[in-house]
């Protein structure tokens, strides 16, 4: 089912299951896992993509091992929140996904969440070739993050 808003999201979640936020690049997919307190989200892995169904697999892999509640799509708006051909493919893959499970996928404004990404790994000190190998997690973990930052104030 996806979920066009977060109330909708948060309406159709079970009680006290853990939440993952995912940054989809054309390259990879960065994967992040909250608690099931739903109150920390935790960068977990980078998906190098190959094709749509492989990915799934993964996905829904993970989904099963950390008996996910729901799945959180970053939408790449456009910078003056327009949709551009990038939120269509994540919609496309949102539409294909919902297809192979139950559980409940919406989506949350990642602009600059790659930036934040970015700077947290730069103040961290990490290295050129650490942060490209962890940049789509740890964005993962900041899409999700503000998703769980709403989820308490609703």
């Known amino acids: 089912m996806i979920c066009e808003t977060i109330e909708e999201f948060a309406a159709a979640l079970p009680p006290m299951t853990a939440l993952a936020g995912l940054d989809l690049g054309t390259k990879t997919i960065g994967v992040a896992v909250s608690d099931s307190f739903r109150q920390v989200a935790t960068p977990l892995e980078t998906i190098k993509r190959k094709k749509f169904t492989l990915d799934a ?5 993970i989904a099963k091992d950390r008996q996910l509640g729901g799945l959180v799509l970053g939408l790449p708006r ?24 139950d559980l409940p996928i919406s989506f949350w404004d990642e602009r600059l969440s790659t930036v934040a990404a970015e700077r947290a790994l730069l103040e961290a000190d990490t290295s050129r070739k650490r ?12 899409i999700l993050q503000g998703v769980l930052d709403r989820l308490r104030h609703l």
């Open 57 to 61: 697999e993964r996905l829904l892999e």
């Open 78 to 101: 456009n910078m003056d929140g327009s949709e551009g051909p990038r939120c269509q493919s994540t919609r496309a893959f949102a539409r294909n996904l919902e297809k192979l499970t």
């Open 131 to 142: 942060r490209a190998e962890v940049i789509d997690h740890v964005a993962a973990g900041y």
